[in-house]
T-cell receptor, first 112, second 118 residues
Framework: GENVEQHPSTLSVQEGDSAVIKCTYS??????FPWYKQELGKRPQLIID?????GEKKDQRIAVTLNKTAKHFSLHITETQPEDSAVYFC???????????FGQGTRLTINP | DAGITQSPRYKITETGRQVTLMCHQT?????MFWYRQDLGHGLRLIYY???????DKGEVPDGYVVSRSKTENFPLTLESATRSQTSVYFC?????????????????FGPGTRLTVL
């Protein structure tokens, strides 16, 4: 089955700097890669996703890149703000399969 | 986000007791999921359901039972609770969009239930 590894487990950056979180997956058939953000005490919420037919996707300050050959994908947050502090989860699945396998999570802290 | 709710939000029980966690969604989504969240393990899938009366095991199903007699409800039962089942439990739902185009997999999560087994 699919296995998703996420690094780092914790990340601390200065406000205004960029943050990068990386994930690797094991099943080359996976073709859908979402990222969820979970604020303290809240539920996970989708912030961006990418399908295997594209290499990069951007939405304002966040972007995701995908390298299918190396089987890894990354979340990039630019110009970080205090409200970006949260736990971020990557996940992988076969598109249409509905079942997601999540990484272990990264706790991102933005220091003022 | 009122579309998917969980009850109770907090529960304390004792080892060996039966506990049922409820999940209700108003979107008529076909798919529903139960996850547990533990520090260092992320979100691990317990069981999922593709439709009423169709359920399947996830990554960590042992000690749990599910049922889905109606599309909108997906209860999770711990038949004999153990301390290792102390966790935060999230229910989620999703739907397949696009008959001819790409499927859309976003899962919408409930607010979670914090369960403590003493």
């Amino acid at each position: 089955g699919e296995n998703v590894e996420q690094h780092p487990s914790t990340l601390s950056v200065q406000e205004g700097d960029s943050a990068v979180i990386k994930c690797t997956y094991s099943d080359s058939a996976s073709n859908y890669f979402p990222w969820y953000k979970q604020e303290l005490g809240k539920r996970p919420q989708l912030i961006i996703d990418i399908r295997s037919n594209v290499g990069e996707k951007k939405d304002q300050r966040i972007a995701v890149t995908l390298n299918k050959t190396a089987k890894h994908f990354s979340l990039h947050i630019t110009e970080t703000q205090p409200e970006d502090s949260a736990v971020y989860f990557c996940a992988a699945s076969l598109q249409g399969a509905q079942k997601l396998v999540f990484g272990q999570g990264t706790r991102l802290t933005i220091n003022p | 986000d009122a579309g998917i709710t969980q009850s109770p939000r907090y529960k304390i029980t004792e080892t060996g007791r039966q506990v049922t966690l409820m999940c209700h969604q108003t979107w008529s989504h076909s798919y529903m999921f139960w996850y547990r969240q533990d520090l260092g393990h992320g979100l691990r899938l317990i069981y999922y359901s593709a439709a009423a009366d169709i359920t399947d095991k996830g990554e960590v199903p042992d000690g749990y039972v599910v049922s889905r007699s109606k599309t909108e409800n997906f209860p999770l039962t711990l038949e004999s609770a153990t301390r290792s089942q102390t966790s935060v439990y999230f229910c989620a739902s999703s739907e397949l969009f696009g008959i001819s185009g790409p499927f859309y997999n976003e899962q919408f999560f409930g607010p979670g239930t914090r369960l403590t087994v003493l």
